[in-house]
């Protein structure tokens, strides 16, 4: 479930470029798209919409807009949408394990603020599944349920699910997920050639059986999520496990009949949130269509620096800054994800990538023993701006401009909430780890001029996320 590849593909910065050119009397000239800013132009924000300049034309110092003239408008996200589009994954039927105590870890959720979470749903005739929904209702969280066990389920086990979900569950569940990582043996064993048509018949069994039921006619079905490193392999090696093009095996099986979004798992490796998603995407839609809807239902850092499993773990704060950011930058995209996990595994050699990937340290299953990393708290200011409850809408664009220093790889998002509040959120999409010498990285703050209808501000920005109120104008 977490075996991640070393590839590392550094993603293409989606920043596209305005040139402002300053006529006397600094009258705004001509805007010009790009894709990314060269030292000698200004730009402009590509999918948030978002205007930057790059001062090193002008001496470093922004060009300012000229009495009566307009400043671009600039497209804005719904606060909400972004807020409900992260998760976190978490384990209800891992009964002898740290997830023992469900109320705990759902409170710590709860705290954090996230809206939320991805675990199995075992059936209703669980004493577990029965005290999940019921702690996910007190504690408003959302549950994206997996149904198909990897070892897989009887047809008619699975209708029952579907059916004990629709009755007892159905304001709780956000969303199905198909089989989950079907084109990988754990035990190291081939994958069977039928791998994609056996995800395919489960598949169909979900959609068909939650289409029955009215209860659950708001419910997303997402198909399988495939391992990565082995779906990347059919794609990259002769002779892959599971056979050639997964995602193509998926399509010609029928899944797109079957599902809203594809599911992916994807781990950046210890580098930037967005590494290697570029390319996995692709596969996905060059097998099902141009910006197929994707729904990450894994993602994530672990924070075992004494591995020797080359794993590529990240230090605690260093996923503390990433996190954050991964929102916006899987938000402007209108990807949703899911953040493994919760709870660490008692690990005190922290040596084991799998028992470090929480948001809470963990010694013993005693919930007074689980201290919090840095992340519950960096997560929690993101969501707690970010949360504007009620029916979905679309936010109203802003018009604002950002000047930028050459070379910063200056990123942002722009969001809003019903009553109007816009926030910018800025950050510089550079790495704070180095994976080869696993230390942090320290970045210095560039100072980024905002000009909007408020006025111009100036406000420093480095690795870490900022927020900066803009006007509603």
Not at 37 to 46: D, F, H, K, V, W
Not at 192 to 215: N, R
Request: contains cysteine.
């Amino acid at each position: 479930m977490k075996i991640v590849s070393n590839f590392k593909q550094r993603r293409f910065q989606v920043i596209s470029a305005v040139v402002v050119v300053a006529f006397v009397g600094l009258i705004l000239g001509l805007f010009a798209r790009a894709a990314v800013p060269t030292s000698s132009q200004e730009a402009e924000a590509g999918s948030s919409g978002l205007a930057i300049t790059d001062t090193s034309a002008s001496g470093g110092k922004a060009i300012k807009f000229g009495a009566g003239s307009t400043l671009p408008s600039v497209t804005t996200l719904s606060s909400q949408e972004v807020y409900e589009g992260y998760g976190l994954v978490g384990h209800p039927t891992f009964a002898s394990t740290v997830y023992n105590d469900m109320s705990a870890w759902m409170s710590r959720m709860n705290s954090v603020g996230f809206y939320s979470m991805r675990g199995l749903f075992a059936g209703w005739s669980n004493a577990r599944a029965r005290q999940a929904v019921s702690l996910a209702r007190d504690n408003n969280i959302k549950w994206l349920m997996t149904v198909v066990p990897e070892s897989g389920i009887t047809d008619a086990a699975l209708k029952q699910k579907i059916a004990d979900i629709a009755n007892n569950a159905a304001d709780v569940c956000l969303a199905i997920e198909g089989q989950n990582e079907p084109n990988q043996n754990r035990d190291g064993t081939p994958v069977s050639s039928s791998w994609a048509t056996d995800a395919v018949h489960y598949q169909k069994i979900i959609w068909e059986e939650v289409h029955k039921y009215p209860s659950l006619k708001d419910v997303i079905i997402i198909g399988p999520s495939l391992h990565d490193t082995n779906a990347y392999k059919s794609y990259t090696t002769a002779s892959p496990d599971g056979g050639k093009y997964h995602y193509q095996q998926l399509k010609d099986a029928g899944v797109l009949n079957y599902q809203d979004y594809a599911g992916m798992h994807r781990y950046p490796s210890g580098s930037t949130p967005l590494t290697g998603f570029d390319g996995r995407a692709q596969y996905i839609y060059d097998a099902y269509g141009a910006n197929y809807p994707i729904w990450i239902t894994e993602w994530g850092y672990n924070n075992a620096l004494a591995t020797a499993q080359n794993r590529n773990p990240v230090s605690q704060l260093a996923s503390s800054i990433y996190s954050p950011r991964a929102i916006f930058e899987f938000g402007r995209m209108h990807v949703r994800f899911m953040q493994y996990e919760v709870l660490d595994d008692p690990n005190p050699a922290n040596d084991d990538a799998e028992s470090n990937y929480g948001f809470w340290h963990v010694t013993s299953t005693d919930p007074s023993t689980w201290t919090p990393k840095p992340i519950v708290s960096t997560v929690r200011s993101v969501l707690n701006k970010l949360y504007d409850p009620g029916t979905s809408y679309t936010p109203a664009p802003v018009n604002m401009t950002v000047s930028a220093p050459s070379g910063s790889n200056l990123e942002y998002a722009v969001t809003r909430k019903r009553n109007g509040d816009a926030t910018v959120w800025l950050w510089r999409d550079v790495s704070v780890w180095n994976t080869s010498t696993d230390k942090d990285i320290s970045i210095p703050n560039v100072s980024v001029t905002v000009t909007d209808s408020i006025g111009t501000r100036t406000v420093n920005v480095g690795a870490t996320l900022v927020d900066l109120p803009v006007g509603s104008r």
